[in-house]
């Protein structure tokens, strides 16, 4: 049998490569070209018109961004505070509905249906509904108040009250996933480190600290990388509450909400591009931080 050619044993060797290159040129091209684009327009003066010329500034853009104290560092805040809040409240909720649905119960199947029906609206749906129930006058939320004797409250129309407000709605509607990711985590353990616990005396307390807990960690992880990209990127929410700006004071105005209304509201394409790629950085930073410290605590 005649020696087979030296391509062909290379491809055999390298086959399960081969076989996924095309996608992956597909994916590259898909994320390399996008970003591409968007690094070289937040080095133009592209404004107005889509067709219209535009010329080559440099860092010109970033200086201005970087140096605007009105608009962008604001944004900046919002959107850590907006993040942060929310995957705060969400995981720590998520954790403590996914525990009460861990063992069964009857009505067990219509509870959990209830507890998912947030997730089946869209969230440009769900601000508009959230916007009519916290709406100053007609408002379902200040008539609840009057009940009990508690004055209307500004809700999404203040200034100090609207990124609390949107910060509540995205954790009413995304809540429900986090219960899903960790209550499949806690169904897929097993039961002998818990009954082991049990005969060593452990509380309910202790039991979850020191077992469930570390066990569950991989599922946590999961489940905050996934909603904490998710809360990131938020921009439906705040546009179906407040419009254009994040409201008239740029009370709700995220990185998102800001880029959006320079490229759309004010054709300043240069602009919205330098702060996409700066948030881009930004994330990217952060990421890196946390896998550096991360690894320093794993090495002590």
Known sequence: MPDTPGWARWAN?????????PAMAFVAALIIFPLGWTIYLSLTDSSGSVRAESEFIGLRNYLDVLTDTDRFWPAVGRTA???????FFEVVLGMAIALL????????????????????ATPVAVGMM????FDPNIGMANQILSWVGIGPQPWLAGQNS???????IDIWQWTPMVVLILLAGLTSLSDEPQE???IDGASTWQRFRHVTL??????????????????????DILYATKGRGGGSFHEVE???VYAYGLSFDYNEYGLSSTVLILFFLIIIGVMWALTARKKKEAAR
Not at 101 to 120: C, H, Q, S, T, Y
């Open 101 to 120: 649905l861990w063992r069964p119960f009857k009505g067990e199947k219509w509870v959990r249906v209830a507890i998912l029906l947030p997730l089946v």
């Open 13 to 21: 060797d390298h086959r399960k490569w081969l076989f996924a290159a």
């Open 214 to 235: 570390p066990l569950l960690m991989p599922t946590v992880i999961v489940a905050v990388l996934l909603r904490g990209i998710d809360a990131l990127k938020t921009f």
């Open 196 to 198: 082991a616990a049990m």
């Open 254 to 256: 995220t990185l998102n």
């Open 130 to 133: 959230w916007r009519l129930i």
């Open 162 to 168: 609207a990124l609390p407000t949107t910060i509540f």
């Open 81 to 87: 505070a907006f993040t942060g809040a929310a995957l």
